[in-house]
């Protein structure tokens, strides 16, 4: 339970709850000198060189002058959703009678919205069993026309309330040898929004990237959620296993502003795309990479977001060794990297020992003894850098531009599955596609040099 509180402490980060951002101070026009937070000692002011805007709703952009964008035009923004708890549930009936989803067919939600009874409740009925006899449900939806609006949202506060009770209710008088005993056990502390605004960058991701899956070259990371909106009138767009497109840095980095990143559900997208950016992976990449990027600003570029060398340097990147490391040769003979650099090669499919890899071939020796050989694989390149270094992946055809992410999420498309660790997924030499559902493996070759 205290892990994340040891980690954040451990880094000499100070943290400082119940406080509430009130207000903004500007050196000048583009410039942001200080921010006033409100808590119970008054109004205070913290000075800093770069300011990371993680509001959600783009608070600090928006009252340091920056364009910001809300909804689709029509005074209309995605659904609002209060979560709950529904505790002394039947877990074993929880179980073993037909799951609330809309998509089951055999759901009760059907016939409950059929019959008219339940007119607070609608097809979104989210719900997972997280812990003995408690049943978390993210269901039903508040309409708003301004998710940034208090009164709004304090009416949304107590509609979800309603909201809830309803459910439950229901849920009493299709499944009451499930729900026949049980209460809400609580309501959230904060009303779920799922758009409000979205901030304007230096590049506006738009729905078409995501279905063109586009690279960047300032790509901090990749995803793969599907576009997931809800209002009326837009249609759930998914990719295919593997599928992901990239995250451009210039996402997070507010036209006009120096000195600002922002990071989570604000970005710089359009109202569709923002329907898959929005969620918490993508979030936790921007975070990271915001964080990054501010330390960056302040060593290369006079705190200046919008001038940062990213990568540190064009042409230098650091290996992500995912597995144990071997040394090995090219089998076929060819000659080893002639620019300097060491080269790595990646493999995906079965979980097998490698080796024999060199810019040109991989050789890979399965479980069974068979050899496998692989022409065009991943290629990665390793200089150590002369700062702190992240770990990168490299598609060599264009040198300078697959450069992905700090943590393993960021890694192509990554995700969790029962039967394998990870499913990684990238592109090879010739433009293929590439898959790993046991990882990607990375052997170092030798082990590298500083420059």
């Known amino acids: 339970m205290t892990v994340y509180d040891d980690m954040v402490c451990s880094s ?23 921010i006033i937070v409100a808590n119970k000692n008054g109004l205070t002011a913290f000075k800093a060189k770069v300011f990371v805007d993680c509001t959600g709703d783009g608070d600090l952009s928006v009252w340091a002058g920056a364009n910001y964008f809300m909804g689709n035009n ?24 037909p799951n609330l989803y809309w998509e089951n067919k055999d759901s009760p939600i059907h016939d409950a919205l059929k019959s008219g009874k339940y007119p607070l409740i609608d097809q979104h009925s989210c719900n997972n069993l997280i812990g003995p006899s ?3 449900f993210n269901a039903g939806h508040i309409a708003m026309t301004n998710s940034t609006d208090p009164w709004q949202i304090s009416d949304a506060m107590v509609k979800g309330r309603k909201v809830a009770a309803e459910y439950l209710r229901m849920l009493k008088d299709y499944q009451p040898q499930v729900y026949g005993n049980a209460f809400i056990v609580k309501t959230a502390s904060l009303l779920g929004i799922r758009e409000s605004r979205r901030i304007e960058g230096d590049y506006v991701f738009t729905i078409q990237d995501w279905l063109d899956r ?12 599907f576009v997931d909106i809800h209002i009326k009138g837009y249609e759930a767009k998914h990719y295919g296993r593997g599928e992901s497109h990239g995250i451009p840095y210039r996402i997070l980095t507010p036209k006009g502003i120096k000195n600002l990143l922002t990071a989570g ?4 997208t359009d109202e569709e795309a923002l329907g898959s950016l929005r969620v918490m992976p993508p979030s936790l990449v921007t975070g990271e990479a915001a964080g990054l990027a501010a330390a960056l600003a302040i060593k290369q570029s006079k705190n200046d977001v919008h001038n940062i060398d990213l990568f540190f340097t064009k042409n230098h990147y650091e290996a992500f060794i995912f597995k144990n490391q071997h040394s090995f040769g090219c089998s076929a003979g060819h000659d080893s990297a002639s620019d300097g650099t060491r080269t790595y ?12 890899s060199c810019r ?10 068979k050899n496998r050989h692989h022409t065009c694989p991943i ?14 992946i490299v598609d060599e055809r264009r040198p300078p531009r697959r450069a992905h992410g700090i943590c393993m999420g960021q890694l192509g498309s990554c995700r969790l599955d029962q039967r394998f660790l990870y499913s990684i997924s990238g592109t090879d030499l010739s433009g293929g596609h590439v898959q790993s559902r046991i990882g990607i493996q990375i052997w170092q070759r030798h082990r590298p040099r500083s420059p």
């Open 345 to 356: 090669a990646a493999l995906s499919g079965r979980q097998s020992t490698h080796r024999g």
């Open 12 to 34: 000499g980060a100070k943290v400082l709850f119940f406080s509430r951002l009130a207000d903004v101070e500007m050196a000048s026009d583009d410039t942001i000198e200080a």
């Open 265 to 268: 559900r604000c970005i710089s």
């Open 214 to 225: 586009k690279s960047f070259d300032d790509e901090i990371g990749r995803n793969c959620y």
């Open 74 to 97: 029509s005074d209309q923004v995605q659904l609002s959703t209060l979560c709950f708890s529904v505790a002394n549930v039947d877990s074993y009936g929880y179980t073993t009678n």
């Open 134 to 136: 408690v049943v978390q």
């Open 360 to 369: 040109r071939c991989l050789v890979a020796h399965d479980l069974k003894g």
């Open 379 to 392: 290629q990665i390149q390793f200089t150590r850098l002369p700062e702190a270094g992240y770990p990168r």
